[in-house]
């Protein structure tokens, strides 16, 4: 429905179990898949709460960090067993610093374009004023915010959510979005 570039997603509904990391169910899946693109302010936040410098936790060309031509321009380093920060427990020995598109994974929210028949990549700006007219049941004309999970991820084994916590997690997923739009690394 959401179109070809979607198809490893999955609608979130109120009824849809709830997400808790488990990453003894997946080898910490996400962790070694995926390619985290940061900027400069995450790279900041990931410096002070680790006490590393830069060039010790991004990818380096001659010992620089490089600084891809994106809005987001570092990236996680990844060694052989996955991200950096992945710790033989198979937990984020960077918790509290690490990257957005970390804390986002593995919920998304699209703008859904009826009239085209396509998920828009470019609204992020706009998500969280589209899902509060949506939850509060206001026509958002041709375009509907959805609510997605990423379907590789295992994590979605508890009771189902209920209309209150989806609410929450709606709301949640699509600020976090507006704020940095971390769609394109975290798929990437
Ligand atoms: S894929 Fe899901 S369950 Fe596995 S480590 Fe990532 S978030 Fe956790
Ligand atoms: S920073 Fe932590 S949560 Fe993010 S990919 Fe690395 S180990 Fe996983």
């Known amino acids: ?46 410096e002070r709460t680790t006490g590393l410098i830069p060039a010790e936790f991004l990818e380096v060309e001659d010992g620089r960090p490089i600084a891809l031509p994106l809005a987001q321009p570092y990236v ?19 918790y509290p610093g690490r990257p957005e598109a970390c804390r986002l994974y593995p919920h998304f929210v699209v703008a859904f374009d009826l009239e085209h028949g396509r998920a828009q990549r470019d609204r992020a700006p706009e998500l969280p004023g589209l899902v509060e ?5 206001e026509d958002t004309g041709a375009m509907v915010p959805l609510l997605l999970r990423h379907s590789e991820c295992p ?13 929450s997690l709606f709301r949640a997923t699509a600020k976090l979005q507006s704020e940095v ?3 394109e690394s975290a798929i990437s």
């Open 181 to 183: 739009d971390v769609i």
């Open 1 to 46: 429905v959401l179109g070809p570039r979607w198809q490893a997603y999955q609608l979130i509904t109120p009824e849809t179990p709830a997400f808790t990391c488990q990453p003894h169910l997946c080898d910490a899946h996400c962790c070694r898949k995926f390619t985290v693109n940061m900027g400069d302010g995450e790279v900041a936040r990931l």
């Open 133 to 137: 007219s949506a939850l509060a049941g």
């Open 76 to 94: 996680l380093a990844h060694r052989q067993q996955g991200c950096h920060f992945l710790g033989a427990d198979l937990g984020c020995t960077a």
């Open 155 to 167: 994590g979605f084994t508890g009771e189902p959510l209920g209309f209150e916590a989806w609410s």
